[in-house]
C-alpha cells in the first residue's frame, strides 16, 4: 500500500507536466511577443504598415498602448497554449506507441497537431475573443469602444450583454486557423529537428535553433489567411440597421479576396487603401478627356 502511494503522484505529474510546461512557456511568450501581436492586429484592422502603426501607436497612447489585452493574452495562453501543447505531446506518445516506438511519419504528425491545434482552440476561444476586443478597441469610434478593463471584465461583458454563447463567437476560424498553425508549427518543428539531428549531424543547440526557424516560418505561412479572417469576425460591429459586414468566415474570406486578391490575407496594407475598380475607371475616362481636349486645342493653334 506504501509503494502504491508512492508511484500515483509521479503519475500525475507524468500525465500532467506537458500541459503545465506549454501553459508556462505560452504565457512566457505572450509577454514577449505582445507589442507585436498588437502590431499585428493594427495591421490587420487597416491601420497601416507596420512602421506607421507604431509611430502612431506611440505618438497617440505611449508605450502602455502595445501592452494592451496583456490580461486577456495570458489568459489565452493558460487555456489555449497549454490545451494544444499537452494534446500534442499525448496523442505523438499515443501515437509512438502504437506504431511499436518507431519515429513518426510527417502525415501522422501533422494529425495530432491538427487536433490539437483543434482541442485547444475550443478551450482558449472566449479568451481569443476577449484579447481581439480589447486590442481593437482604440481603432474604434470613442462611442463604440468597449472600454474592457482586463480579460476578465471581458468575458464577464460578453456574457452579460451578449449571451453565453458569444464567448464562442468566430470559434469556427479560430479552429480551423488553430489547424493550421499547429499542423505547421508542430509537425514541421519534430520532423526538421529530427532531419537536422540524424542527417546534418547538428548539436542540440543547432538544431533547436534551426527546427524553430523552420518551424516558424511553416507555421506563419499556413495560418495567417485564417488568422486575418478570425481578427475581421472577431472584431466587427454591428451598422446603425443591426447589420454586420459579414455573415461568416467564408463570407467574409469571399470579400476579401474580391477586394483584395489572395495576397490581402498575407496582408501589411502599406498604408495602401483598398482598390476601388470604379475609380480607377473614372481616372482613365477622365484622363482620355483630357488627352482629346489637349489633341483640339492642339489643333485649334
Known amino acids: 500500500m506504501a509503494e502504491e502511494k508512492k508511484v500515483a503522484p509521479i503519475g500525475v505529474w507524468t500525465a500532467v507536466k506537458p500541459f503545465v510546461n506549454g501553459g508556462a512557456s505560452g504565457m512566457l511568450a505572450t509577454c514577449v511577443i505582445q507589442p507585436i501581436d498588437m502590431i499585428k492586429v493594427r495591421i490587420q484592422l487597416g491601420q497601416g504598415s507596420a512602421v506607421s502603426v507604431t509611430k502612431n501607436m506611440l505618438k497617440n497612447d505611449g508605450i502602455g498602448a502595445f501592452y494592451q489585452g496583456l490580461s486577456a493574452g495570458l489568459l489565452r495562453q493558460a487555456t489555449y497554449t497549454t490545451a494544444r501543447l499537452g494534446s500534442f505531446k499525448m496523442l505523438t506518445?499515443?501515437?509512438?506507441e502504437a506504431n511499436d516506438g518507431k519515429p513518426l511519419p510527417l502525415y501522422q504528425k501533422a494529425l495530432c497537431g491538427l487536433t490539437a491545434g483543434a482541442i485547444g482552440a475550443c478551450v482558449g476561444s472566449p479568451?481569443?475573443?476577449?484579447?481581439?476586443?480589447?486590442?481593437?478597441?482604440?481603432?474604434?469610434?470613442?462611442?463604440?469602444r468597449r472600454n474592457y478593463t482586463n480579460a476578465f471584465h471581458a468575458?464577464?461583458?460578453?456574457?452579460?450583454?451578449?449571451?453565453?454563447?458569444a464567448l464562442w463567437k468566430g470559434c469556427g476560424p479560430t479552429v480551423v486557423r488553430a489547424m493550421a498553425l499547429n499542423m505547421g508549427m508542430l509537425a514541421s518543428y519534430?520532423?526538421?529537428?529530427?532531419?537536422?539531428r540524424d542527417n546534418l549531424g547538428l548539436g542540440e543547440t543547432s538544431t533547436v535553433v534551426g527546427a524553430s526557424a523552420v518551424s516558424g516560418f511553416c507555421a506563419a505561412a499556413c495560418s495567417l489567411p485564417f488568422d486575418f479572417?478570425?481578427?475581421?469576425?472577431?472584431?466587427?460591429?454591428?451598422?446603425?440597421?443591426?447589420?454586420y459586414p459579414y455573415t461568416g468566415s467564408?463570407?467574409?474570406?469571399?470579400?476579401t479576396l474580391k477586394s483584395g486578391g489572395p495576397l490581402k490575407f498575407y496582408t501589411d496594407d502599406m498604408d495602401l487603401p483598398e482598390?476601388?475598380?470604379k475609380v480607377s475607371k473614372d481616372h482613365w475616362s477622365v484622363s482620355f478627356k483630357l488627352c482629346e481636349m489637349r489633341a483640339e486645342n492642339k489643333d485649334e493653334n
Open 93 to 96: 506518445a499515443k501515437a509512438i
Open 229 to 243: 479572417v478570425k481578427t475581421q469576425i472577431q472584431k466587427m460591429q454591428p451598422d446603425a440597421q443591426g447589420k
Open 250 to 255: 467564408l463570407d467574409c474570406a469571399m470579400q
Open 155 to 165: 468575458l464577464y461583458r460578453i456574457s452579460a450583454d451578449e449571451g453565453v454563447l
Open 275 to 277: 482598390p476601388d475598380y
Open 190 to 196: 519534430d520532423q526538421s529537428a529530427e532531419y537536422m
Open 127 to 144: 479568451a481569443d475573443l476577449a484579447l481581439i476586443r480589447m486590442q481593437a478597441d482604440n481603432t474604434l469610434p470613442l462611442a463604440q
